[in-house]
């Protein structure tokens, strides 16, 4: 059995060029002045562990306290949480 696409060629030309400008690549030259990049800049580390601490010290349990220390077993605030467990200073 032969099947002839003739009518399809104009079509499937058209996917071809719409998969092109979509699947192809861009250069970091060709984004615009002053654009910065596509990616927002990364959070500070040091900043979001503090804050997680603050929430713990706010809800105030042993638990929240436990869960910090695995979280972050050496930043210098897990000590400050294992002296918390450590006086039974939590709710």
Do not use: C, N
Not at 38 to 49: G, R
Not at 52 to 81: C, M, N, W
Request: zero cysteines.
């Amino acid at each position: 059995m032969l099947v002839v696409f003739r009518r399809q060629w104009p079509l499937l030309a058209l996917f071809g060029a719409i998969a092109g400008f979509f699947g192809g690549s861009v250069l970091a030259a060709q984004k615009p002045a002053g654009a910065g990049g596509i990616m927002a800049p990364a959070p500070d580390p040091e900043a979001a562990v503090q804050a997680e601490y603050d929430s713990v010290e706010k809800k105030g349990t042993r638990e929240a306290y436990e869960r910090f220390i695995r979280r972050h077993p050496q930043h210098p605030l897990a000590q400050k949480a294992r002296e918390m467990l450590a006086s039974r200073k939590f709710q």
